[in-house]
């Protein structure tokens, strides 16, 4: 490992020393938040999962309706069925925090009138094949749009995972040996440099002793 280019001085090496243990502090931390995250990563994931799956059969079966409807009514009464919706929805869009990651959350909410029937169209010229169609897609929506948040927050947790692990292991196996190998190099320079002037001191010593003699 190279050592920095530094003087060897005690006011460097104490600084490096108090650079090593914030080093070695903040590694720890980042370590400790990229397990944490981690963790949630991997359960985000299994409920993505599971999510997604359920999803994907609803929409399958809520197609296999709308082929049924389609192949019993004309294309034009199915147009006029589903031309009208009778009902609102109202989507908030925010940020919220997840180990300093700021990820979507997403809001929904469904305006209903009392009086006003959920499908947009007349019972007595459409078939139960679009009813169960209808039926099914409403309840996928908040679903998907819940699908929608936790994919994303899984992509971005995975590019915070990713920046993190790089940082402790530029800590782990660059800086941090790095410097505690500087710091040994320092001291053995300081420890020679010492032994340099003691060993001066001591012949000084011995020729004032001879001279006075």
């Known amino acids: 490992m190279a050592i920095m280019n530094v003087n060897p001085t005690r006011m460097e090496l104490s600084r490096l020393k108090k650079r ?15 397990d944490e995250m981690m963790r949630q990563f991997i359960d985000l994931v299994k409920e993505n999962k599971e999510l997604r799956e359920s999803v994907e059969r609803d929409l399958i079966a809520a197609q ?53 029937s959920p499908y947009p169209y007349s019972f007595a010229s459409t078939s139960a094949e679009l009813d169960d169609a209808i039926v099914t897609l409403s309840g996928i929506l908040p679903r998907m749009l819940e699908l929608a948040e936790k994919e994303k927050t899984c992509q971005m947790l995975a590019d915070e995972i990713e920046k993190t692990r790089r940082r402790v292991n530029a800590l782990e196996y660059v800086m941090i040996p790095q410097m505690q190998e500087t710091i040994r ?29």
Do not use: C
């Open 185 to 213: 190099y320092i001291t053995m320079k300081l420890d020679e440099n010492e032994r340099g002037s003691r060993t001066r001191l001591m012949k000084v010593k011995d020729m004032v002793n001879e001279r006075d003699a």
């Open 64 to 116: 296999k309706n709308f082929v049924m409807a389609r192949a019993i009514m004309s294309p034009e009464m199915l147009e006029e069925a589903i031309m009208y919706p009778t009902r609102q929805v109202e989507i908030k869009a925010a940020k919220k925090n997840i180990m300093s990651v700021d990820v979507p959350s997403i809001e929904y909410e469904e305006k209903k009138q009392e009086d006003i």
């Open 20 to 34: 090593l243990q914030v080093a070695v502090r903040g590694h720890k931390l980042l370590k400790d938040k990229r």
